[in-house]
T-cell receptor
Framework: AQSVAQPEDQVNVAEGNPLTVKCTYS??????LFWYVQYPNRGLQFLLK??????LVKGSYGFEAEFNKSQTSFHLKKPSALVSDSALYFC??????????????FGTGTRLLVSP | DAGITQSPRYKITETGRQVTLMCHQT?????MFWYRQDLGHGLRLIYY???????DKGEVPDGYVVSRSKTENFPLTLESATRSQTSVYFC?????????????????FGPGTRLTVL
């Protein structure tokens, strides 16, 4: 069965500095990987996904993520953090071998706090 | 473009009562999902549906019932609410996985319903 780990409950970064939110995964086959962001009292918003192809995926709001198969990781990055990036971030994985229903497995989330 | 909506946004109920959470999407997505979000657990899938009249259990289905008579609606019913069902509930939808460009792999979420069971 697939699983996702987000090892950090919270990440603190100063505005203007680069940020990284970590995610590692486990699947039987090839992974489909996703990042979602949740702002307070809102639903999850899709940021980006890796299905196949280029290991560096670019998404919304200047975020990007790098797929690393050997390390089974899909870390979320941004070169320069904004205070408005402060939110809860979820990594999710789906096994490409699961061609039936699209069961996504979510991590427990990482809270990002960007200080002015 | 309304997208995906949920109602009510907030609900307080008592143990043993029946509660129905509504979900409506305007994209004609074939797939719909119900998740619950709890601290320390992230999001867990309760039920999902591939099309009207086709539903299946997710990770934590006990105590919940779903139906899908129309493509755009996917209500979730707690037949006899318990305190352990206090949570934030999210509905999501997506296109079919057979959609070209793998659009069906991306799920889009509603704003959530915060349910408190006293």
């Amino acid at each position: 069965a697939q699983s996702v780990a987000q090892p950090e409950d919270q990440v603190n970064v100063a505005e203007g500095n680069p940020l990284t939110v970590k995610c590692t995964y486990s699947v039987s086959g090839n992974p489909y990987l996703f990042w979602y962001v949740q702002y307070p009292n809102r639903g999850l918003q899709f940021l980006l996904k890796y299905i196949t192809g280029d290991n560096l995926v670019k998404g919304s709001y200047g975020f990007e993520a790098e797929f690393n198969k050997s390390q089974t990781s899909f870390h979320l990055k941004k070169p320069s953090a904004l205070v408005s990036d402060s939110a809860l971030y979820f990594c999710a994985v789906r096994d490409s071998m699961n061609t039936g229903f699209q069961k996504l497995v979510f991590g427990t989330g990482t809270r990002l706090l960007v200080s002015p | 473009d309304a997208g995906i909506t949920q109602s009510p946004r907030y609900k307080i109920t008592e143990t043993g009562r029946q509660v129905t959470l509504m979900c409506h999407q305007t994209w004609s997505h074939s797939y719909m999902f119900w998740y619950r979000q709890d601290l320390g657990h992230g999001l867990r899938l309760i039920y999902y549906s591939a099309a009207a009249d086709i539903t299946d259990k997710g990770e934590v289905p006990d105590g919940y019932v779903v139906s899908r008579s129309k493509t755009e609606n996917f209500p979730l019913t707690l037949e006899s609410a318990t305190r352990s069902q206090t949570s934030v509930y999210f509905c999501a939808s997506s296109e079919s996985p057979t959609t070209s460009g793998r659009k069906g792999d991306t799920q889009y979420f509603g704003p959530g319903t915060r349910l408190t069971v006293l």
